[in-house]
């Protein structure tokens, strides 16, 4: 008997433009990104305190290197180190350890109950929103096989723990001895497991006996940069220096800084593109095409919603339409969920599927 194969669950573009889906989410704004990520780097090169670091801070909700971060339940997997040795740098880095970060010097393996144990940790504590494990290869399955496709199904395991528990999990892994060009290709192992990465920040420090280190940062969901980063040894904590990244990722552009301009003073708009383009270009003083701007507006929706701002497109007659309303509501407020078009979204859907299309306001926004 022959076996029935499902057929694809497709969308056309049209209707993906205007789904409302969520935006995604970061543990550390535009730096961490829920899912899995990896910071490498060479032995004693200060990668550890980076991650103590990062799990007391998030723990805590303060700030990284002036990135806001979502504060949550941290657990920290410290399999190289016992745990007077992770108390004495507790004990350097901060004077007052937070109930909600966790850590651990023992755990199973891939395949022997390690995705099961971070469940477990996940079930109990349900805000957990970072798991660290230092280093990798300690919970790697310990197979013969170095090909490819081992080390992408071994990361590819974790990814979707990470996908189904919704956290953040950071892996930390050592660099092979050889130099490489790219410094994505000094990982050890094959680029099975870089290519399997949400993120990827590999820590190079040119002198061991100096204090300076860049992290080159990298990633689906990051915009590519160079951190300059100084190790302080009065807290024991890295410092940042200098960022490549001039302009953040999610800073709204000066098109929509326009519109956001007319809107507010307008209140609300409904007619095309071209001419929702020309209103705004008044706004700006300068001419904005009406391409440009309606694929920046469904680039930063969420961005805009954030300053009252809604909109919602449809076709009539076969002319693309656009209606945009200002509402200044209070996050989480009722008004916060409502588009320009009064419903909760605008995307024509399957009905059994229109539940999975309606995203909350609380759920659609990075910490």
Not at 17 to 35: A, V, Y
Not at 90 to 101: R, V
């Amino acid at each position: 008997m022959s076996k029935t194969t499902e057929k694809l669950a497709v969308v056309d573009g049209e209707t993906l433009l205007e789904m409302r889906l969520p935006p995604s989410k970061f543990c550390i704004d535009t730096l961490l990104p829920q899912g899995i990520s990896m910071l490498g780097g060479a032995p004693k090169t200060g990668k550890s305190w980076l991650v103590l670091d990062w799990c007391v801070r998030i723990a805590k909700g303060e700030p990284v290197w002036g990135f806001r971060t979502k504060q949550g339940t941290t657990l920290y997997l410290c399999l190289e180190d016992p745990l007077r040795r992770v108390q004495e740098r507790l004990c350097q880095l901060t004077d007052e350890a937070p109930p909600n970060a966790f850590f651990a010097t023992a755990a199973e393996k891939l395949g022997g109950g390690l995705c099961e144990q971070i469940q477990d940790f996940v079930r109990e504590h349900p805000d957990t929103v970072l798991v660290a494990i230092d280093t990798f290869q300690i919970v790697r399955a310990g197979s013969q096989d170095v090909s490819y496709a081992n080390d992408y199904e071994e990361v590819r395991k974790l990814k979707a723990l990470a996908d189904e528990t919704d956290i953040a999990l950071l892996l930390v892994h050592h660099l092979r001895k050889q130099g490489a060009s790219d410094p994505v290709n000094k990982l050890s192992g094959t680029t099975g497991i870089s290519g399997a990465m949400d993120a990827l920040f590999i820590l190079d420090r040119s002198q061991r006996s100096g204090n300076t280190s860049t992290m080159l940062c990298t990633g689906r969901d990051i915009e590519t940069r160079q951190i300059e980063l100084r190790f302080s040894k009065s807290d024991c904590a890295w410092e940042r220096v200098q960022d490549s990244l001039e302009t953040r990722a999610l800073e709204t552009p000066e098109e929509l800084a326009a519109l956001i301009k007319f809107i507010r003073t307008s209140k609300t708009f409904d007619g095309g593109n071209t001419q929702l383009a020309f209103e705004v270009s008044k706004a700006a003083g300068k001419e904005i095409q009406p391409r440009a701007l309606k694929q920046m507006m469904n680039r930063w929706r969420y961005a805009l919603e954030e300053r009252g701002v809604f909109f919602c497109s449809r076709r009539s007659n076969g002319q693309r339409l656009v209606t945009v309303s200002y509402s200044p509501a209070l996050p989480g407020s009722a008004a916060s969920d409502v588009s320009a078009c009064g419903t909760k979204s605008c995307v024509p859907c399957d009905p059994a599927d229109a539940e999975s299309l309606v995203i909350s306001r609380e759920n659609a926004h990075p910490a």
